[in-house]
Nanobody
Framework: QVQLVESGGGLVQAGGSLRLSCAAS????????MGWYRQAPGKQRELVAV???????NYADAVKGRFTISRDNAKNTVYLQMNSLKPEDTAVYYC????????WGKGTQVTVSS
């Protein structure tokens, strides 16, 4: 079992920044890939960003150039730095770990006001 705990969400004005954290219960070096997903009301859950064990990253087109996914293996934590936030970024953000199967955190709310 992998436990994932997200933090760092909150309310921010458009143009502002937030950094989300996802703390894993195991060494993230052992996790094949970790990613951030988000789900807005009435919308499907969508991929935001992913980072593999090898360090490669991928981003959704909607966030490319604004968001950065990174990790700190010593802290077993993955981060999502979100800059130039837009109201369209408002969603619950979920951490995901690919470790033999998928594990999910409970999510953290990000609300961007106009």
């Amino acid at each position: 079992q992998v436990q994932l705990v997200e933090s760092g969400g909150g309310l921010v004005q458009a143009g502002g920044s937030l950094r989300l954290s996802c703390a894993a219960s195991i060494n993230i070096f052992s996790i094949n890939a970790m990613g951030w997903y988000r789900q807005a009301p009435g919308k499907q859950r969508e991929l935001v960003a992913v980072i593999t064990r090898g360090g490669s990253t991928n981003y959704a087109d909607a966030v490319k150039g604004r968001f950065t996914i990174s990790r700190d293996n010593a802290k077993n934590t993955v981060y999502l730095q979100m800059n130039s936030l837009k109201p369209e970024d408002t969603a619950v953000y979920y951490c995901n770990a690919d470790y033999f199967r998928s594990f999910w955190g409970k999510g953290t709310q990000v609300t961007v006001s106009s």
